[in-house]
């Protein structure tokens, strides 16, 4: 393997909500690519075995939770870290509002990686994957991030920035439902200790 991999750090990210309103979350999920393809297989793994792309809004809550349950309960759990973010509602163009979210939810969920998993003060050599959407795909969005990139503290270190169809990945799926796992906080059926608790979900 080489040693790049061994090193690089992927960020997954979708969203639950639409940037510029007051529901507007985030959710993320932090691997080191070496153990992506794993932790990828055991999400997979809890699915039907016919399933396609899952997307949490699609799916019975109960199912949603018991799902999340098994996979934190499955996962390799010093090797990952999930963050829910939620986003305070500002006034601004929607694609930058949206790259403004994302960049947050970066830096807050490098920071957890730094001391959950790495054990080290520093980071680098990492990958954001996002689900493409009206938002992120927008001269405007690019630009942001561009800024980020040069200028932002724990955000320098991100090398590139991956628009996906969240089809063609589970750990963007895994994302949606990180982001949407939010919902039971505002429903009263959990409070924040127990969505980390049970799910291994992070809300800074």
């Known amino acids: 393997m080489a040693a790049g991999l061994n090193k690089k750090v992927l960020c997954f990210i979708d969203e639950y909500g639409q940037a510029g309103t007051e529901t507007f979350f985030l959710g993320a999920v932090f691997v080191l690519a070496r153990d992506a393809g794993r932790i990828d297989k055991c999400f997979s793994d809890l699915l039907e075995p016919n399933a396609n792309e899952i997307h949490a809004v699609d799916l019975d809550d109960g199912y949603v939770q018991g799902l999340m349950q098994r996979f934190w309960a499955e996962?390799?759990?010093?090797?990952?870290?999930?963050?829910?973010?939620?986003?305070?509602?500002?006034?601004?163009?929607?694609?930058?509002?949206?790259?403004?979210?994302?960049?947050?939810?970066?830096?807050?969920?490098?920071?957890?990686?730094?001391?959950?998993?790495?054990?080290?003060?520093?980071?680098?050599?990492?990958?954001?994957?996002?689900?493409?959407?009206?938002?992120?795909?927008?001269?405007?969005?690019?630009?942001?991030?561009?800024?980020?990139?040069?200028?932002?503290?724990?955000?320098?270190?991100?090398?590139?920035?991956?628009?996906?169809?969240?089809?063609?990945?589970?750990?963007?799926q895994l994302s949606d439902l990180v982001a949407y796992s939010r919902k039971w906080i505002v429903g009263e059926d959990l409070n924040a200790a127990g969505l980390r608790e049970r799910y291994g979900i992070q809300m800074p």
């Open 75 to 172: 996962a390799s759990v010093n090797k990952l870290v999930l963050i829910n973010q939620k986003i305070p509602l500002r006034v601004g163009e929607a694609p930058v509002l949206y790259a403004q979210a994302v960049v947050e939810t970066v830096k807050i969920g490098l920071k957890r990686f730094q001391k959950d998993v790495l054990g080290r003060a520093t980071i680098g050599n990492v990958d954001v994957i996002t689900d493409v959407n009206q938002h992120n795909n927008h001269p405007a969005f690019d630009a942001e991030m561009r800024r980020s990139q040069e200028h932002d503290g724990r955000f320098k270190g991100v090398n590139r920035i991956t628009r996906l169809d969240s089809a063609a990945s589970r750990l963007l």
